[in-house]
């Protein structure tokens, strides 16, 4: 029965392996990497300006705030959708 859902010992989605790109999965490991560390130096230059050791406009933390955020989203995204990829083709990517 397992032996007729493969041909040649092959999965059933092979066909689709064409359409999946490892860069993806790459991508979306260094965005949330980005997102974290742009967070940590966002609250790090909050931390600099509060204690005065920094002078930095609220608007670059703002900016370095809202950078981490879509990174995050964009990267979480990636990995959500590629998660769905894999469920849906029974492992095979």
Known sequence: MLRDS???GQPAEFAKLRDYLPATCVTA???TKLAKH???LASLTILGE???RIAVSQLAI???VVL???SHT???TLQLRLRKRV??????P
Do not use: E, Q, R, S
């Open 87 to 92: 469920v849906l083709n029974k492992g095979v």
């Open 68 to 70: 981490a955020a879509l």
């Open 6 to 8: 493969h041909k040649g």
């Open 50 to 52: 509060a204690t005065g």
């Open 74 to 76: 964009i990267g979480c």
């Open 62 to 64: 703002f900016i370095l």
């Open 38 to 40: 742009l967070a940590l």
């Open 29 to 31: 490991t260094v965005l």
